[in-house]
């Protein structure tokens, strides 16, 4: 029994540890991929409209997840402290725009949401991943890209539940050393 229990527990970490399809992803201080993304309204996003803006760029597998939900829930309740901080928040997935605006009114989410349907900003910064069984996903990924086009920090397979405090604190350290240089 102990032997089919052990088998069974490497075979689900292995149907759950995704194996990255992309380049690297961009390293911090380097410029931030361009991309051109529609969000849950239809409207086109570019990297180019948010220069001169602190951006707060969150990759997530798929929506309507458990872990995605709380994601982007705990973004929506911290978005005026991010817009006083003079940030933008854009949540990227795979999904569809349809799929984006069906999650996006289910949870009032005040930011746009990206389609990456064809996967190709996703692996631009490294966060495509395919899991097994399951189709090519973005993993879990969020940058902070500063106001020149920067990367100013990556956050790696993040956990959902108390990851946007987290950014959140990051980010108010970085506006105050910008401020001050």
């Not at 707060?56 to 978005?79: H, M, S, W």
Request: charge should be neutral.
């Amino acid at each position: 029994m102990t032997r089919i229990l052990h088998g069974a527990a490497i075979a689900l970490s292995f149907l759950f540890a995704g194996a990255a399809l992309a380049a690297d992803p961009p390293a911090v201080g380097s410029p931030a991929p361009a991309f051109r993304l529609q969000d849950q309204t239809g409207k086109w996003h570019e990297l180019a409209d948010y220069r001169g803006k602190w951006v707060v760029l969150y990759f997530y597998p798929k929506d309507n997840t458990p872990g995605c939900t709380t994601q982007a829930c705990e973004f929506r309740d911290n978005i005026f402290a991010y817009r006083d901080l003079g940030a933008v928040i854009l949540g990227v997935s795979v999904d569809d725009v349809a799929s984006h605006k069906a999650f996006a009114d289910e949870h009032s989410l005040p930011f746009p949401i990206l389609a990456d349907a064809e996967k190709k900003t996703a692996a631009a910064y490294g966060t495509l991943t395919k899991y097994v069984g399951i189709a090519e996903l973005a993993r879990r990924d969020t940058f902070i890209i500063d106001p020149q086009g920067k990367v100013a920090k990556h956050y790696v397979k993040v956990d959902p539940k108390g990851h946007s405090e987290v950014v959140l604190s990051d980010l108010k350290q970085l506006v105050a050393a910008a401020k001050k240089s």
